[in-house]
Structures are given as C-alpha cells and as structure tokens.
C-alpha cells in the first residue's frame, strides 16, 4: 500500500480589498518613505560630503541660522542614518504589499513604524522624540487597520466544504 502525500503549498490570501482612498494614501506614503530612504541612505553613505555641503558659501542665506542645528544632526553617526533608510525600505515594501491586498503587509508596516520611532531614541536619547512623527504614524497605523477591518474579504464557506 503506498502511502501518497500530498503536500499543498497554501498561496496567500488576500485579506480585504482596499478602496480608493486607500489606495491614494498608500500611493502618497510609498512616495514619501522612498524620497526619506534615499534621503537618509545618502546622508549615511555620504556624510562627510553632506557636512562639507552645509558648510560651504553656497547654502542660501535664509538657511544660516539652521546651518549648526543642520550639523549636528549630521553629526549624529552614520549607522543611524543608514538604519533608517534601511527600516524605510522595508516600510515601502510593505506598503507596496498592503497595495496589493495582503494583510501582512500591515502587520510588518506596524512593526517598522515602531522601529522607526525607537531607533531614534536609541541613537540621540530623549530630545529625539517627534510629536509629529510619533501623530503621522499612530494616524496610519489606526487609519490602515480602520479600512482593512472595514474590506476585509469573506472567506467562502462553500469552498471549504467541498475542499477535504
């Protein structure tokens, strides 16, 4: 008697279907997380250059009373810049699944805002904290969680019936 395995390689699902609202949301914030990856991938691979930029004649005159604030902030380490812009990859990447309908896309954008929220803390200390970009992201995570609950896809009773 032989003994047949079937092994069935379960495919995703999609979790829900997200609307046009969504959709324009996430569109915006893949954008917006990809321009703050390239920005801070720059920084980190480039920063002596970026400091030599801010500290050259050419900075515009509006920008002269920010220029040590600037510094500083480049002179932070170069390791935190390329986290960020690494935790930022992987914030558009999810993004880009949560596009496409898969859940787990939220769940991995909710622990990368997280990361991109303490890993700031870790680096600088406490005057690092961000109301605004602690606000930003507690608004996404709630509004993304609010409208996949909202679309999420019934699954069909009738196919896991006839399925054995």
Not at 107 to 124: C, G, N, R
């Amino acid at each position: 008697m032989k003994i047949k395995l079937k092994l069935r390689f379960k495919q995703l699902e999609r979790g829900y279907r997200p609307t046009i609202l969504m959709r324009i949301m996430l569109l915006i914030c893949i954008m917006g997380f990809s321009f703050s990856a390239l920005l801070n991938g720059f920084i980190g691979v480039f920063n002596q250059s970026s400091q030599d930029i801010i500290q050259s004649s050419n900075l515009p005159t509006y920008l002269h009373f920010y220029r040590n604030s600037i510094l500083d902030i480049l002179s932070i380490s170069r390791a935190y810049f390329i986290i960020i812009s690494l935790l930022n990859i992987f914030l558009v990447s999810s993004l880009v699944i949560m596009f496409r309908g898969f859940t787990t896309g939220y769940y991995s954008f909710f622990t990368s805002q997280i990361f991109l929220i303490i890993t700031p803390l870790l680096f600088v200390g406490l005057k690092a904290i961000s109301l605004g970009d602690i606000m930003i992201a507690l608004f996404l995570i709630v509004f993304f969680f609010l409208e996949i609950l909202i679309h999420q896809i019934k699954p069909n009773k009738e196919k896991e019936e006839k399925t054995p």
